[in-house]
């Protein structure tokens, strides 16, 4: 018996898997792990589960072979992808600058190919179709550094725009000329399939624009209160659209972009339908197609000789130099600057899913062969790091010119001020709420928010219980200084999550919380807590540490980082350090550079500011270390840092919490980070945020170039 079972389990786990539970088992597991384990290397979830395909797959260690069963996850994923991608563009500010579009779209969409096919045709000597196809592929960007604009609140900016126009113009006209690509390696392109190809077009789009979208409307009306249904309704339009498609003799591919530009108006961007659209998406049927394509990657191609890395090397730099040169004509064209260039650049230089899903499509119907399936992975890692730190670069210079949106800046009014303290450490909880008291506008009409989060296991109940009176207790310290206090538990299973939606329901402008306690390993590696509060919120979030009484402090020493002054909360915090040193009747010292200590008096000039200043410049901001000289032990230290990909983020914030806490062990400490503004990912795993190495290169690249100049 014993033997038995032992055979029966070395059977189920020879290579290749054959189990379908234990193959889905283990797909499952490489989408959950692969973005944690990947994270802290700052490598693109895209190119994550790339990976993780290759090394699982036929030419890897051959844990999976490809089935029918991979290839139906795959069609579904990719066909998933093109779907979302014309679902979320957004038509409304298409119409806004369509004509300007239009110009950029043919810009972006021409000149990378005229650059790419004599490349592809006289340099590598590939085939007329190859060449087209792989020319195509230059012409398509996702915008993948979306997020970046956003954050740095440009996203009105005419330049963003125009690139979000671009972008349904040359998806489009890259999917039309696949169709007829793939029609001519059929050996099918002769008047007959002219027409029977604008015919059956014709058809179809008057399907698609003109029935589906009246279909949509009618069901969404009528089977209103059944909500699953909606989400079925709308993969029946995604599969009879890629279905019709092939009828029509186009890919499938099409038939889903297009059943998301018909569907676009009929599913609002924020709403609880597109939640689930992209929840599910991204959750299972896109990780599933990014796996499946690394399975078909040969790593050890690159290996045979020196024409794969050359033909890879080729198609990255082709691919960058056209999109550079499409936004250069554009910035003559519409006489734009230099940053609303680069911010062009930026968005339109990323190749992710439709430049993935052309080339599967090439590869499927053998146009391209394993040297340019491997050279456009390669291609789409190095031009969404360049994406991103490109856009980054180019976002911080529009913000500088002074071109922000007008509505990036709130000023939180005191009437509507909201402060929430999340409990960690009864211990420090008295000072937290002193300080609290002391920064609390006296014109709100709100009490200041004590939340405590209980985690939601079997210890629930027993700890809710005890919350209840820690809370209470808190209550009744505040009542002695006759500050106002709220008391209120929260369920979670996660803390983070916890805090974060008591402050979104609560619409909290400021988050008080204690100094971070050392973590365990896993804490650190999955995320620590108060990282994970920082992506999950954007309201201004003080951390404290108060070792000493306040009667014993001197003064306060604010270190500002460079362009903290452009951020949205730079006015948020600066007033509350100005009150709280105002109550205690203490002077302020900044820390700054010249520009952001220009920004800082004409403000305090504006607001007649009668609290004593003194100013120091400090420009070395690598160096924070460097920051030891201006502090002293009876001083409150304010440290101002940045959410990353906001303004006045640099590399050397990084961790601040953690070398501050090493270096001023004795000190009182003020960490803040101003509000943001929240990112609209257009897609979870086209995001990417370039590694630190990335960043460091980039800039001593462009500290030779200001030399070259000088």
Request: hydrophobic share 50%; proline share 3%.
């Amino acid at each position: 018996m014993n033997r038995n079972f032992l055979d029966h389990l070395n059977h189920a786990f020879e290579a290749p898997l054959t189990n379908p539970v234990l193959i889905f088992a283990l797909v499952l597991f490489i989408i959950l792990l692969s973005p944690i384990l990947l994270r802290k290397i700052k490598i693109p979830g895209i190119i994550g589960l790339i990976i993780s395909g290759v090394v699982i797959g036929p030419h890897g260690l051959n844990w999976l072979e490809k089935n029918s069963a991979i290839d139906l996850f795959s069609t579904i994923g990719l066909l998933y992808i093109m779907f979302i991608a014309g679902l979320e563009l957004d038509m409304n500010e298409f119409k806004k600058t369509k004509h300007k579009s239009l110009l950029f779209g043919f810009f972006t969409f021409i000149i990378p190919i005229a650059i790419g096919f004599p490349v592809c045709y006289y340099l590598l000597d590939y085939s007329l179709l190859t060449s087209i196809l792989i020319s195509s592929m230059f012409a398509t960007h996702t915008l993948v550094s979306y997020p970046i604009v956003n954050s740095y609140g440009i996203s009105k900016n005419e330049a963003v725009a125009i690139s979000i126009g671009g972008t349904i113009l040359t998806d489009t006209a890259v999917l039309i000329i696949l169709a007829v690509i793939t029609g001519a390696s059929q050996g099918a392109i002769n008047q007959e399939f002219w027409v029977t190809l604008g015919v059956s077009f014709a058809i179809f789009l008057f399907i698609m624009f003109g029935i589906i979208p009246r279909i949509g409307r009618w069901f969404f009306e009528k089977i209103e209160a059944e909500k699953t249904s909606h989400y079925i309704f709308i993969l029946c339009v995604v599969f009879f659209a890629a279905f019709l498609a092939e009828i029509a003799g186009l890919e499938p591919i099409i038939g889903a972009f297009v059943a998301g530009l018909a569907l676009n108006k009929l599913i609002p961007h924020s709403s609880a339908l597109m939640n689930r659209i992209e929840f599910i998406g991204n959750a299972i049927f896109i990780p599933f197609f990014l796996i499946s394509v690394g399975m078909i990657v040969d790593i050890s191609v690159l290996l045979n000789g020196p024409e794969a890395v050359i033909i890879a090397a080729t198609l990255t730099v082709v691919a960058i130099a056209g999109k550079w040169l499409a936004a250069y004509a554009t910035q003559i064209a519409f006489n734009y600057s230099v940053g609303q260039r680069n911010v062009i650049f930026g968005l339109s230089s990323a190749h992710a899913a439709a430049t993935l899903a052309v080339i599967m499509v090439g590869y499927k119907s053998g146009i391209v062969d394993e040297n340019v399936l491997n050279g456009t992975i390669l291609l789409i890692l190095v031009t969404c790091i360049i994406s991103t730190l490109a856009t980054e670069s180019a976002s911080k210079k529009v913000v500088l010119d002074g071109n922000q949106d007008l509505n990036h800046v709130p000023m939180v009014e005191e009437q509507q001020e909201q402060i929430m303290i999340p409990i960690a450490n009864m211990q420090r909880m008295e000072k937290i709420i002193d300080f609290a008291a002391l920064i609390k506008s006296k014109k709100s009409k709100y009490p200041i928010h004590v939340v405590s989060v209980v985690r939601n296991n079997e210890m629930a109940e027993s700890n809710l219980s005890k919350a209840k009176e820690n809370l209470n207790s808190m209550k009744q310290y505040a009542s002695g200084s006759e500050t106002e206090v709220e008391i209120d538990t929260i369920v979670d299973m996660n803390i983070a999550s916890g805090i974060s939606r008591a402050a979104r329901d609560i619409q909290a402008n400021f988050l008080i919380l204690g100094w971070p306690s050392a973590s365990n390993f896993v804490e650190k590696f999955v995320g620590e807590k108060t990282e994970s509060i920082l992506n999950r919120t954007t309201a201004n979030l003080f951390m404290c540490r108060f070792n000493k009484p306040f009667t014993s402090q001197t003064k306060i020493s604010v270190f500002v980082p460079p362009y903290a002054q452009h951020e949205v909360g730079f006015i948020c915090w600066l007033d509350k350090i100005l009150k709280l040193a105002a109550e205690l009747s203490l002077p302020l010292s900044f820390i700054c550079n010249e520009r952001t200590d220009h920004d800082i008096k004409e403000y305090l000039r504006d607001i007649e500011n009668a609290i004593p200043v003194h100013y120091d410049h400090y420009e070395d901001w690598d160096n924070i270390l460097g920051l030891s000289t201006y502090t002293n032990e009876n001083a409150i230290l304010t440290f101002v840092s940045a959410r990353q990909g906001s303004v006045s983020y640099r590399d050397s914030l990084d961790g601040l919490a953690n070398k501050l806490e090493r270096y001023y062990s004795k000190q009182n400490l003020i960490l803040i980070f101003p509000n943001n503004v929240a990112n609209e990912h257009i897609d979870d795993y086209e995001d990417v945020q370039a590694a630190p190495i990335f960043r460091k290169i980039s800039k001593e690249i462009g500290s030779i170039f200001k030399k070259d100049k000088m």
